[in-house]
């Protein structure tokens, strides 16, 4: 079982920027890829970004050139620097962890945009 903590949420005016954090309690962390997810109200859950065990990254469209993730493997810790905030940006953002068959998710933290 992998316990997923996110943090870094909050308030944050258009044009601003947040760093989440998501700490992972899996020995293993270092095989695991790991993913953001976000929800706006009423909305499905969608894929932000994600990056593998080889480091390699990928983003959705709609944050690509404006959030970056990345991952310290010695402190069993993912991230996701938010620039250039807007109010579309508006949702939970889930903390993801895959792993073969196994799909682990954080509880979430509340990012919210506006001014």
């Known amino acids: 079982q992998v316990q997923l903590v996110e943090s870094g949420g909050g308030l944050v005016q258009p044009g601003g920027s947040l760093r989440l954090s998501c700490a992972a309690s899996?020995?293993?962390?270092?095989?695991?890829?790991m993913r953001w997810f976000r929800q706006a109200p009423g909305t499905q859950r969608e894929w932000v970004a994600s990056?593998?065990?080889?480091?390699?990254?990928n983003y959705a469209g709609s944050v690509k050139g404006r959030f970056t993730i990345s991952r310290d493997n010695a402190k069993n810790m993912v991230y996701l620097q938010m620039n250039n905030l807007n109010p579309e940006d508006t949702a939970v953002y889930y903390c993801?962890?895959?792993?073969?068959?196994?799909?682990?998710w954080g509880q979430g933290t509340q990012v919210t945009v506006s001014s």
């Open positions: 990056i593998a065990s080889s480091d390699s990254t």
């Open positions: 993801n962890a895959v792993l073969a068959s196994s799909i682990y």
């Open positions: 899996a020995s293993i962390f270092s095989r695991y890829i």
